[in-house]
């Protein structure tokens, strides 16, 4: 969980704020005239800004709502270095270590984005933009107001620096989704100068819109890729407070904070303090959560939401549950195999574990039957392929034609459906023949891979939560012949294996998009193949995947986007890079009854707990301190 509005993009999930649009109802000056240059308070994607240059506040914010109180919970989304499950840096925005939770909130960035609109942004560190006609050049104005929580100014040099170090020195991820980022260059303390390579991806100037803004004074004689205890000087509206290694991290609300008064500000950043818990067992956070510990849970596993929250504070309505329905698209989440590893090279094998996975059977025995099935990238949104490709389709596939399977020309695949008896003996004869025609062999009642090594498997991960799923998927294995071991490894080992691609199988989460962009060439590309600690776990390699993806972030209009999405979606789809899991298009939340919300809830999300704000009449009522 992120408590923050400001940035542009989710990292790890791919989604991107992008391009430019017309947004300005004042009439253009001489010289904006003379120069192709507009003034804009906003940037979209391929549209309009619905937010006009003088607005107040968000529409689904209270801008009444109080301050004070504080709000605990652990991290449920990371970017950059961080780790669900400990800490021991701060500096979250380079490779060494893992991550504290939260340290996002105490950066600004230039632009912030919004829940209601996929792809747009308004102004925070910068106050208007001006952008070149051939759209390589953004001219940033700056808001002198702002400083850093040391009262110095935050400059068009600190932006500088901080996009050059990035791109430099910083997490993978960043240097990748730089790669069109020219450079940067202040013209005075408040004109900031940002420009892109020729041939830019569409996103690229809207990503340095979500970077943090770092402060060079405060870096100047430190190792930007050390790890470090120290927090970083920051912007935003919090700072670092009280913190034990590995176990919680609090940050302080800002008490003159400069932006609390700006447009994109109002109605957030709620609370006095935040206060994230580490927990290294699921059910021991869940005893942290009961004993009010943590006041806030969103809770992924169906299993305990239908079993667990029977104790004294449910039944006495001191903790409250609610299903908040969400416009937010839906994320990716599967067991990816490591298609680097020879066992895993080709796609016959990968697809017959697909048929040993039976969804319908777990869905109803250890999910309470609430969950759909995956079967795309881009599941529930328009940009999911269904049917026979489209002409306009075709005419980006048949350049490839000879070098991707044939099925991405015609229907999608899809997996398998059972007959819910855990062990659908049609499904697995299915899995058994496609194994034999990739070379496999039974030796007894083992499977030998097509090298006469013996066929084992082993399942990473760092929390026990899906062993329950994996355990019946692991028998069906069994009965093809393939050993498989379910590891669980502590939070810096799973994080430096993954880093370093040292996996069979692991299980991996995206979020969701509506505008899909540069994000994902750092998820499906060759090059995030070949780099470490990049987000291509399944190690995805395909010139013809790799066109598309630079399709996609190119993509000037809608209908653009959505062609090669689904196209995208089709190759990965036939390539059996996964084994598709299960999604909700709910969030399930339990919280103690302290806290209040807004009475509408954004287009594109819940809100929970970003807007929600703490109720000190309820905190009393319950006893609960705040």
């Not at 003088?54 to 301050?67: G, L, Q, R, S, T």
């Not at 067992?281 to 169906?302: H, L, P, V």
């Not at 667990?308 to 416009?327: C, Q, T």
Request: proline share 6%; charged share 25%; hydrophobic share 35%.
């Amino acid at each position: 969980m992120t408590i923050t509005r400001r940035r542009a993009l989710e990292l790890g999930s791919g989604v991107l704020a992008a391009a430019l649009a017309p947004v300005s109802a004042r009439a253009q000056s001489a010289a904006d005239a003379a120069s192709g240059e507009i003034e804009r308070h906003g940037l979209s994607t391929f549209g309009e800004l619905a937010m006009p240059p003088d607005f107040k506040h968000y529409p689904y914010v209270n801008p009444e709502a109080p301050k004070g109180g504080i709000l605990r919970l652990q991290i449920k989304n990371t970017s950059g270095n961080q780790n669900f499950e400990t800490f021991d840096t701060m500096n979250i925005f380079s490779f060494k270590g893992d991550g504290a939770a939260g340290m996002e909130g105490t950066f600004d960035t230039l632009m912030s984005g919004t829940a209601d609109e996929p792809g747009s942004v308004y102004g925070l560190l910068a106050r208007s933009v001006r952008v070149s006609p051939d759209k390589l050049t953004y001219r940033f104005q700056l808001r002198p107001e702002a400083r850093f929580h040391d009262g110095s100014r935050v400059t068009a040099g600190d932006c500088a620096f901080s996009f050059g170090v990035l791109k430099e020195k910083g997490h993978p991820l960043y240097r990748m989704l730089l790669r069109d980022f020219a450079g940067a260059q202040a013209e005075s303390d408040d004109v900031l100068i940002v420009r892109f390579a020729p041939e830019r991806g569409r996103d690229a100037h809207l990503f340095v819109t979500g970077l943090p803004v770092f402060s060079q004074a405060w870096w100047k004689g430190r190792d930007f890729e050390a790890s470090t205890l120290e927090a970083p000087l920051g912007s935003g509206p919090y700072r670092v407070g009280r913190f034990e290694q590995g176990r919680y991290i609090e940050f302080e609300r800002v008490p003159d904070y400069w932006g609390a008064a700006l447009p994109v500000n109002v109605g957030t950043n709620n609370f006095d303090r935040i206060r994230y818990e580490y927990y290294r067992e699921r059910q021991i956070a869940f005893e942290g959560f009961k004993s009010g510990q943590m006041n806030f849970q969103e809770e992924y596993t169906a299993r305990f939401w239908a079993t667990g929250y029977d104790f004294p504070a449910v039944r006495d309505g001191r903790v409250k549950r609610v299903e908040l329905p969400s416009g937010a698209p839906v994320g990716t989440q599967g067991w990816f195999f490591n298609t680097r590893r020879p066992k895993f090279a080709d796609p016959r094998i990968r697809e017959a574990f697909s048929y040993a996975f039976d969804f319908e059977w777990t869905n109803r025995n250890i999910m309470y039957s609430a969950y759909q099935r995956l079967t795309s990238y881009f599941e529930n949104s328009d940009l999911k392929a269904t049917g026979k490709p489209s002409a306009e389709e075709l005419a980006l596939l048949e350049p490839f034609r000879g070098q991707i399977p044939d099925e991405a020309l015609g229907e999608p695949w899809v997996p398998p459906v059972s007959d819910g008896s855990g062990s659908d003996r049609t499904l697995l004869r299915r899995a058994s023949e496609l194994l034999t025609a990739a070379g496999c062999k039974r030796d007894g009642t083992r499977l030998r891979l097509p090298d006469g090594q013996p066929f084992e498997v082993e399942f990473l991960d760092s929390s026990g939560a899906l062993k329950p799923h994996t355990e019946p998927f692991q028998a069906n294995l069994k009965r093809l012949g393939i050993e498989s071991t379910y590891r669980q490894v502590d939070a810096a080992q799973y994080k430096r294996r993954l880093d370093n691609f040292d996996f069979d199988v692991v299980t991996m989460a995206l979020g969701g998009s509506l505008t899909p962009g540069e994000g994902l060439r750092n998820i499906y590309t060759s090059q995030s193949a070949r780099t470490p600690g990049s987000r291509n776990l399944g190690g995805i390699s395909s010139p013809a995947i790799d066109a598309i993806v630079e399709k996609i972030a190119r993509a000037q209009t809608r209908a653009e986007l959505n062609v090669a999405a689904r196209v995208l979606d089709r190759l990965l789809r036939a390539g059996r890079y996964w084994v598709p899991m299960w999604y909700k298009d709910r969030s399930l939340i339990a919280h103690w009854d302290v806290f209040g919300r807004p009475e509408k809830t954004p287009r594109y999300g819940t809100g929970a707990p970003d807007l929600w704000w703490w109720d000190a009449d309820k905190a009393r009522k319950i006893g609960y301190p705040g």
